[in-house]
């Protein structure tokens, strides 16, 4: 733990940035819950106009922070980007509240709120391109706190929210509190964050675009980000099977789902620093093997519980377990293309998009076989394969 703390003393700009981040968890916390219902019940979307909106956003998103980040590594500047795409939260939140009609919500998801989500990958860039000066056990932790400083933000917010909402008429009031909650992680960047250095001399050579580009499309690279992304989409999977199964076969009822989350999110928390203390002691890729393992066995556990109380049970191991999924593989992306933060920070955005669309295949074809069950064990299944084409990347490359 101390260890943590003399990160944060030390380090303005990690202070900064897991401060920034956290806002940026809170904004997203306040309305991704209540997007959906808002979306159809309030402003009338179909279920199939917000899923097509829901695709789009997320191809928006990946295309931005690949972009954003390859510009920031260019340039040398992360400040500015950040302070760009951070103001876009105010417009993108903000119109929705002052304008709620189906129109407006479609058009700020797809553009202003795809800027913002950008905020996500460049901040893990700037830290990134900052801890290059770190010892790698500093690198190591201060990677973990971004990460835990988000799930920290899931823990407390969706609560409070839902409290305020529950005295409300209609959900749209989380926009307005999404809206301030962005403006506050804007004035954080722009305050706290310290200007930008150029690091790069007259005589630094850039890539070619292409070029640039070819080194995340490169065989290896593609095969460590697939998978990677078939270990983070059992979260995908369980965020879909989860309230079926509490609800349906295991004799659950709505509030469960709620204290099942919140007591993962918090475990997530706690065991954050458990997995960054490990993978000082062991190779990435192992610490990663554990995790998806572990979480296999927590969806299979949920796949056969038959009461509330079995669930509960097995979510201690998926928190432990999730603590390691989401945390890990940031800091083995980042690592993918070293001397481009930005651009290896894209990848986060880009395991984010391709871990929610396998996973939704994964759930597709669970169900299409045998019930929400089958999808749980489908999923962990396939969080194993990814874990043993990292191992054999690995063993390639040694």
């Not at 400040?79 to 919500?105: D, K, M, Q």
């Not at 201690?316 to 651009?343: C, V």
């Not at 076989?369 to 299944?381: N, V």
Request: with cysteine; proline share 4%; hydrophobic share 55%.
């Amino acid at each position: 733990m101390s260890a943590w703390i003399s990160i944060l003393r030390d380090h303005k700009v990690v202070r900064a940035s897991a401060a920034a981040i956290f806002l940026y968890g809170f904004a997203g916390g306040a309305t991704s819950p209540y997007q959906a219902v808002i979306g159809i019940r309030e402003l009338g979307l179909s279920d199939n106009a917000y899923a097509a909106v829901a695709f789009i956003a997320s191809i928006a998103h990946v295309t931005i922070a690949i972009a954003s980040g390859y510009l920031s590594d260019r340039f040398q500047s992360y400040r500015r980007p950040l302070i760009f795409v951070a103001s876009f939260g105010i417009i993108g939140y903000g119109t929705i509240w002052l304008n709620p009609t189906p129109l407006t919500f479609v058009i700020a998801t797809i553009g202003p709120l795809a800027l913002f989500h950008a905020t996500n990958s460049m901040l893990f860039g700037n830290v990134r391109a900052h801890t290059n000066s770190f010892a790698p056990d500093e690198a190591s932790i201060a990677n973990a706190l971004m990460r835990m400083m988000v799930s920290l933000a899931w823990v407390v917010v969706p609560g409070i929210v839902g409290l305020i909402l529950a005295q409300q008429d209609s959900m749209i009031l989380s926009y307005l509190i999404a809206a301030v909650v962005a403006g506050g992680c804007l004035l954080t960047i722009l305050l706290w964050l310290e200007p930008d250095q150029n690091l790069a001399t007259p005589t630094t050579a850039y890539a070619p675009a292409l070029l640039e580009l070819a080194k995340v499309l490169a065989p290896g690279t593609v095969l460590r980000i697939i998978g990677v992304a078939l270990i983070t989409q059992v979260l995908s999977v369980n965020a879909a099977v989860l309230p079926l199964i509490v609800t349906g076969r295991a004799n659950g009822v709505a509030a469960d789902i709620g204290f099942l989350v919140g007591l993962v999110a918090l475990l997530e928390v706690t065991f954050i620093f458990f997995w960054a203390w490990v993978v000082r002691k062991i190779h990435l890729t192992t610490a990663l093997a554990i995790s998806a393992g572990l979480y296999f066995v927590y969806l299979a556990a949920l796949a056969g519980a038959t009461a509330p109380w079995q669930v509960y049970l097995a979510s201690l191991i998926a928190g432990f377990s999730a603590a390691g999924i989401i945390s890990l593989p940031i800091s083995y992306l980042l690592d993918l293309i070293k001397d481009r933060p930005g651009l290896s920070a894209s990848l986060i955005a880009v395991n984010m998009f391709l871990g929610a669309a396998i996973g939704a295949g994964f759930f597709a074809l669970g169900t299409s076989l045998g019930g929400y069950g089958t999808a749980s064990i489908i999923g962990g299944i396939g969080g194993l394969l990814g874990a043993t084409i990292l191992f054999y990347l690995e063993r390639v490359r040694s």
